[in-house]
């Protein structure tokens, strides 16, 4: 079917902003249109999404380098021919690059645009050191069950700067600012998990902690257990920095809670003074999510691996310890056997 070597050309069918405009940051809710492609997924799983790196970028190091872009250059990896401008435009990483095999200089990658502001490789040796452009993966944040002809991403505008400048994220700035809605190719494939699904028991409670974008493939499972009328009972914890701005399909959930179809808690960080965050929440209830975790719930955290997964992780470590009258080296030994059975299950980045 399709993969990274034989991608489904999608195309975007809506993108708007999940955050208000007096957000700090930008964060896009978008419905990729798969009708008749006869792509097939489950909840939990993701797309790979093959970015075009930046028009204007991929122009201006042609211009430096004095070339036409027309140069034909031939691909070890791919064992195919291409021109100048369309290897730069979808198959290098332009982003990180280091002239240290061409050149007499230091091992330090820079953005490429960069180098050649002071080196001037030719074409077919320059194609020969850059890494190849990488697929970008998105958990999907739908269920086929309710939108059997889309895939829905929450997609962050990633952007930073760098030596003053500013910079993007290749496939969050390729998805939510270069594409155009309705006309660009969008060259995706379906990642499949082979562990972060719905529990096969529909009964089963569940414990969905995802902050940020992390939120995304817990609107897919929610969905899911909507729609095939699973009994367990859903528990989320969601968190950004303000209520006001960035609170990501804030009206869906708060619907779903005032139905009764889930349990909701939210830590928005900045609205306080003391900054809070999800596992503060988890240990507000701590006493609930111990009966949750004694009644078979299996716990499911999606977002930042670096800080916030672990900080979860602590938090369901002093959960253990103080409400199952534990000590510390048997509250770890009880997460770890969660793991085991797979009832803690992690979808981190």
Not at 196 to 202: A, E, G, K, N, R
Not at 286 to 294: A, E, N, P, T, Y
Request: aromatic share 10%; glycine share 6%.
């Amino acid at each position: 079917m399709y993969s990274r070597t034989n991608p489904y050309q999608a195309l975007i069918k809506e993108r708007r902003l999940l955050t208000a405009p007096s957000s700090t940051k930008k964060t896009y809710h978008l419905s990729i249109d798969i009708s008749g492609s006869n792509i097939d997924f489950q909840v939990g799983d993701s797309i790979g999404v093959l970015p075009t790196n930046h028009p204007q970028t991929v122009e201006q190091i042609i211009q430096k380098l004095d070339s036409t872009g027309d140069e034909e250059i031939f691909c070890q990896r791919t064992h195919a021919t291409y021109s100048f401008r369309n290897f730069l435009l979808h198959r290098a990483n332009i982003g990180r690059v280091s002239f240290h095999k061409l050149f007499d200089v230091e091992k330090t990658s820079l953005p490429l645009l960069d180098l050649v502001q002071h080196h001037k490789p030719h074409p077919s040796e320059l194609c020969k050191i850059l890494l190849p452009l990488m697929p970008r993966f998105y958990s999907i944040a739908s269920s086929r069950k309710m939108f059997p002809d889309e895939i829905h991403l929450t997609v962050a505008h990633v952007s930073y700067l760098i030596n003053g400048q500013m910079a993007h994220g290749v496939g969050s700035h390729f998805l939510c600012e270069q594409a155009m809605v309705e006309s660009t190719p969008i060259p995706i494939y379906v990642q499949p998990s082979n562990h972060f699904s719905l529990p096969s028991d529909p009964s089963s409670p569940i414990i969905l902690i995802g902050p940020g974008t992390g939120i995304a493939p817990f609107r897919a499972f929610i969905q899911e257990r909507l729609a095939t009328k699973a009994e367990g009972l859903n528990w989320i914890f969601f968190g950004e920095r303000n209520r006001a701005t960035d609170f990501y399909y804030g009206d869906y959930w708060l619907d779903l809670e005032k139905q009764g179809r889930i349990r909701l808690d939210l830590a928005f960080s900045r609205d306080q003074e003391e900054k809070k965050y999800v596992q503060h929440k988890m240990l507000e209830q701590k006493k609930s999510l111990w009966d949750w975790i004694q009644k078979g719930a299996l716990i499911y955290i999606c977002g930042d691996a670096q800080k916030m997964a672990k900080d979860v992780d602590a938090a369901l470590q002093q959960i253990v310890h103080l409400e199952g009258n534990m000590n510390e080296e048997d509250a770890r030994k009880f997460i770890k056997q969660l793991r085991l059975e797979k009832r803690i299950l992690l979808d981190v980045y």
